[in-house]
């Protein structure tokens, strides 16, 4: 009974930064694992980032490594996605997802996904 929702996203140039962040309501995400997936157009959904529900372990995929940060904010009940160094590739719509457990690269069913917010990269 969590409800997460993404913001942030836009367009922006190649090379441009960007911020998303995932507010949630319903509970507190205190205990909760967090992760980022995306979604290119008629590509399937990916794995992006995830962090652990005390924020001191983090995973990327490949593709972001050096270039994306995830944190969370408990206080805020937010998690944010700091995106640099941006690429056309990443074009894509960005989901936020919240687990009991964890989040991973295998992950498919996660326990609560938010609705996407779309980054438009432009080259």
């Known amino acids: 009974q969590v409800h997460v929702v993404e913001s942030g996203g836009g367009l922006v140039q190649a090379g441009g930064s960007l911020r998303l962040s995932c507010a949630a309501s319903?509970?507190?995400?205190?205990?909760?694992?967090m992760g980022w997936f995306r979604q290119a157009p008629e590509k399937e959904r990916e794995f992006v980032t995830a962090?652990?529900?005390?924020?001191?372990?983090?995973y990327y995929t490949d593709s972001v490594k050096g270039r994306f940060t995830i944190s969370r904010d408990d206080a805020k009940n937010t998690v944010y996605l700091q995106m640099n160094s941006l690429k056309p590739e990443d074009t894509a719509v960005y989901y936020c997802?919240?687990?009991?457990?964890?989040?991973?690269?295998?992950?498919?069913?996660?326990?609560?996904w938010g609705k996407g917010t779309l980054v438009t990269v432009s080259s």
């Open positions: 997802a919240a687990d009991r457990v964890m989040i991973g690269k295998a992950s498919r069913n996660v326990d609560y």
């Open positions: 319903g509970r507190s995400l205190r205990g909760y694992a």
């Open positions: 962090i652990n529900w005390s924020g001191g372990t983090t």
